[in-house]
């Protein structure tokens, strides 16, 4: 706790504590969602650029790491 604390009383229209975590974790909610989609999108542009220079002969590989599992329980990219 500092000085300033004691020395001056809590503003009334200040956030709640509880209020700033649950902010925290919708705006973690929300980035985790565009980072997705645009991982999603990248991959996806570089599939179709793949067929149409290619002619489907190859594909990008996929991503290393540990497979993560969908809310469906298929496998969803990492």
Known sequence: ???????NPPRPDAPSPGALKLLRVEASVLAQAFLGSARESVLAFRFM???????????PPAPSGPAKRGASGTRALA
Do not use: F, I, Q, Y
């Open 1 to 7: 706790m500092n000085v300033a604390s004691l020395v």
């Open 49 to 59: 650029r793949s067929l149409l220079l290619h002619g489907g002969a190859t594909v």
